[in-house]
């Protein structure tokens, strides 16, 4: 059995059996019969119930956030914003699909050449608890605008949330097997996902999670010569110039930090800050850390949730006490606090540098780590000193500067003077260990279609 367990509380919440192989075969062929089927299934009809699934997140909100809250922890108001952007992104790819999937034509030595984008199949996703709704439904949208079929292995503690996204799919009326979850014992996960990405009905993975779990799907796609897109970890560097609007950056660097308790890939996590403001930056953080309402998810006015799981929690706080043990300097928080839960205080860590866990590894949790920087160049040898490359961030108040030093980043995403966000309209992805292929925007619709080329000679 999968059992859940609320993590600001550690009650458990359910119980849910899981699949064995014989299970799977059967739901992954019936998946395929449907997908064949639905991919001959016009534009309109596809937009018409896509559409549909955005109404439903939109006028069942608080059901699917209290979910989210209840199995994750994050704070019921963050909750409600992840499922409006996903009715967002239903009907972002239900909208702009048919001009996304639209042939191409050139001519070719006086031939017509024709690239045509087309469904490979069924896809298989694997998802994170993070954000047990956004992380799938970008995924799915385009990838059944597209005439795919969809199977989800997602995290175990978000079952709930797996089986209410699979139930929008049928309550809006796409055929009951196009969209489908899959339910595995942690035990079992390694082999059941080689059964899954081995099985011919399985046509390419995505992935989103830690750079570990891209390593051992990408390592079976790649085996069954089977394409994968990997959205993985992330250790985004936001970097503070020394003419930057300290106060603005303050709060864009805290909220990029606390959001989701930091449980995000692109979430703020090293502040590269420049000698001359790192004294005014390193001050506002802290009171802004201190001052952020940790609490029930549930309570009015919590900006900080727990983590969502125990162990998780412990990984934190192991890495906040390595760096601490290392050198680094504890500002605020660093501190496990009594009671039932899985909650973290928002923490600061100063004098951080190589050789320190804030440094050298992706923390999962309210943690900010402060790395004092002298010159431009010096910023960018630091932002650049990872194994990640997800998103980053610069802040001055010279946008060409900013831009300048936004092109020497090793990253899929660079924002300036703001936070960075996964936004329908923009790819979607990284570089280095953070992973490799698109979601959103026409990039990410193509990832998983066949472009085939047709050579039409004139008359």
Same mark, same amino acid.
């Given at each position: 059995m999968i059992v859940?367990?609320? =993590? !600001?509380t550690g009650e458990t919440l359910a119980e849910y059996p899981v699949m064995l192989a014989g299970d799977i075969d059967t739901l992954l062929r019936k998946a395929d019969g449907d997908y064949r089927r639905w991919r001959h299934t016009g534009m309109d009809e596809r937009r018409a119930l896509m559409k549909k699934v955005a109404e439903l997140l939109r006028s069942q909100l608080d059901e699917h956030a209290r979910l989210?809250? %209840?199995?994750m922890g994050k704070p019921f108001g963050q909750a409600v914003g992840e499922v409006n952007k996903c009715a967002w992104v239903c009907d972002y790819f239900a909208d702009h699909a048919e001009a996304f999937l639209r042939p191409e034509e050139s001519i070719v030595d006086g031939a017509r050449g024709v690239v045509k984008f087309e469904p490979l199949g069924v896809i298989l996703g694997v998802m994170p608890w993070n954000f047990p709704y956004w992380q799938v439904l970008r995924f799915a949208a385009p990838t059944i605008m597209a005439g795919n079929g969809i199977v989800v292995k997602h995290a175990p503690n978000v079952t709930g949330c797996s089986i209410a996204i699979e139930s929008l799919f049928r309550e809006a009326g796409f055929p009951e097997h196009l969209y489908r979850a899959v339910h595995i014992d942690i035990d079992e996960v390694d082999r059941l996902s080689g059964f899954m990405i081995d099985h011919p009905v399985v046509k390419a993975v995505s992935v989103t999670g830690s750079t570990g779990a891209g390593r051992a799907v990408a390592s079976k796609a790649g085996r069954a010569i089977k394409r994968c897109v990997l959205e993985l970890g992330g250790s985004d560097p936001y970097i503070v110039l020394d003419d930057a609007d300290v106060s603005q950056a303050v709060a864009v660097c805290a909220a990029g930090r606390l959001?989701? !308790? #930091?449980q995000s890939c692109i979430a703020a996590k090293r502040f590269i800050v420049h000698s001359s403001v790192i004294e005014e930056f390193t001050s506002e953080l802290v009171l802004k850390m201190q001052s952020a309402v940790m609490g029930d998810p549930f309570s009015e006015g919590v900006e900080v949730g727990p983590i969502a799981r125990a162990d998780l929690r412990d990984q934190v706080h192991a890495q906040v006490e390595r760096s601490v043990a290392a050198g680094a300097r504890l500002l605020c928080g660093g501190v %496990?606090?009594?009671?039932? #839960?899985?909650?973290? =205080?928002?923490?600061?860590?100063a004098g951080v540098g190589r050789g320190m866990a804030a440094y050298d590894e992706e923390i999962f949790g309210p943690v900010a780590s402060i790395i004092e920087v002298e010159s431009d160049d010096e910023a960018v040898i630091v932002a650049n000193d990872t194994d990640y490359g997800l998103g980053s961030a610069v802040f001055s108040r010279d946008q060409g500067r900013a831009l300048a030093m936004a092109d020497r980043l090793e990253t899929g995403n660079c924002f300036i003077n703001s936070m960075v966000k996964s936004d329908p309209r923009l790819p979607f992805g990284g570089v280095k260990q953070s992973g490799f292929g698109r979601e959103l925007s026409h990039h990410g619709i193509r990832e998983f279609v066949n472009i085939k080329t047709l050579f039409i000679p004139g008359d």
């Open positions: 859940t367990i609320n =993590p !600001a989210i809250s %209840l199995e959001l989701n !308790a #930091g %496990l606090p009594k009671g039932a #839960g899985c909650f973290y =205080p928002p923490t600061v860590l």
